[in-house]
């Protein structure tokens, strides 16, 4: 079982920056993958960046080049730093950690922070 909290959204205008954090319960050594998602009204939803347990990340064709994404573990803490925000990054962000084992996966999810980016 792990806990995850989410802070640092809020409203933002169009070319702003906000950095949102994810603090685990327990460490994250162990965690394969976390990442972050969001979700738009009336979209699905999709994954923005992740970040494996070795370190290696990905992003979403649409934030490349101005989302960040990265953890430190001493602090049990994943990190999206975006920058050069745009109107349609506008959603809701989950933070989500994925383990699995031999015979079983888990996944884990954050409340959901707002993110608001509008003029």
């Known amino acids: 079982q792990v806990q995850l909290v989410e802070s640092g959204g809020g409203l933002v205008q169009p070319g702003g920056s906000l950095r949102l954090s994810c603090a685990a319960s327990?460490?994250?050594?162990?965690?394969?993958?976390m990442g972050w998602y969001r979700q738009a009204p009336g979209k699905q939803r999709e994954l923005v960046a992740h970040?494996?347990?070795?370190?290696?990340?990905g992003y979403a064709d649409s934030v490349m080049g101005r989302f960040t994404i990265s953890r430190d573990i001493a602090k049990n803490t994943m990190y999206l730093q975006m920058n050069s925000l745009k109107p349609e990054d506008t959603a809701v962000y989950y933070c989500?950690?994925?383990?699995?084992?031999?015979?079983?996966?888990?996944?884990?999810w954050g409340q959901g922070t707002q993110v608001t980016v509008s003029s």
């Open positions: 970040i494996t347990s070795g370190g290696t990340t």
């Open positions: 327990r460490n994250i050594f162990s965690i394969n993958i």
């Open positions: 989500n950690a994925h383990t699995t084992t031999v015979v079983t996966s888990y996944d884990y």
